[in-house]
C-alpha cells in the first residue's frame, strides 16, 4: 500500500549525469525523436525485446508509455529514464530500474535499449554505470539485477564492465521477440553490503 511507502524514497533527482551521457524521464515531447531512432533501429532490437505492438510507434502508444512510467515512479514501483549523449543532447536509447520490490527484498530489475547508429561507443556502459548509484544511493536498493540472452555478448560485457557478476542461468525465462529465451542472470549489491563479514 503507498502509506507504507512514505519517507522510503528521497527526492528524486530531474537528470542522472554520467560522464558521456545523462538521463532523465521520458516526457511527450520526446516522441518525434524517440519514434524516430526506434523505428531505424528495430532491425537491430528485435531480438532483445517482446514483440512490439502494431501500434508501438504512434504518439498514441508513446503516451501511454509515458503514462505508465508515470505512474510507476509515483508509486515508487519503477523509474524510467531516456538516454542522452552529452555532446549534442541527442536522444540514444532508454534505461529502466523496474519491479522494484521493497520489505525484505530492497531490488530493482535494470533493462536497457540502445539505437543503432550509438551500438558499440561506450554509451550504455556509461548509462548503465550511472544509475547504479542512483538505485543505491538515492533509492536505497540492496541490490540490483539484470538478465540477457546467452548470445547478447555487448549486453553482458556492459554489465561486467559496471560490476554486475553472473549469478545464474534462467531456462525460458522471458518472452523475446515471440520465443521463450534462455537468460543469464546478473546481481549487484550495494557496496556496504557486499562488505559486510560473510557476504
Known amino acids: 500500500m503507498a502509506f507504507l511507502r512514505v519517507g522510503v524514497v528521497p527526492e528524486i533527482p530531474a537528470v542522472v549525469q554520467g560522464a558521456n551521457v545523462w538521463l532523465r524521464a521520458p516526457l511527450l515531447s520526446d516522441y518525434a525523436e524517440w519514434a ?3 523505428a531505424m533501429s528495430r532491425e537491430h532490437l528485435t531480438p532483445w525485446e517482446p514483440v512490439w505492438p502494431r501500434d508501438d510507434l504512434t504518439r498514441s502508444a508513446y503516451k501511454r508509455r509515458v503514462r505508465h512510467y508515470q505512474r ?4 515508487d514501483q519503477g523509474y524510467a529514464y531516456s538516454i542522452f549523449r552529452t555532446a549534442d543532447d541527442r536522444l540514444v536509447g532508454g534505461i529502466t530500474l523496474s519491479n522494484l520490490q521493497r520489505g525484505v527484498t530492497q531490488s530493482a530489475t535494470m533493462g536497457y535499449w540502445l539505437g543503432l547508429p550509438y551500438a558499440g561507443k561506450g554509451l550504455m556502459s556509461d548509462a548503465v554505470c550511472a544509475l547504479i548509484p542512483f538505485g543505491f544511493d538515492v533509492l536505497r536498493l540492496h541490490r540490483l539485477e539484470a ?3 546467452p ?3 555487448a549486453s553482458m560485457r556492459v554489465l561486467e ?3 554486475f557478476e553472473r549469478e545464474g542461468y534462467a531456462r525460458s525465462y522471458l518472452k523475446i521477440n515471440g520465443i521463450w529465451q534462455d537468460h543469464v542472470l546478473f546481481g549487484l549489491v550495494a557496496p556496504a553490503a557486499a562488505a559486510e563479514p560473510g557476504k
Open 72 to 75: 510507476e515512479a509515483r508509486d
Open 36 to 38: 524516430e531512432l526506434r
Open 161 to 163: 564492465r559496471c560490476g
Open 151 to 153: 548470445r547478447n555478448t
Open 147 to 149: 538478465a540477457t540472452q
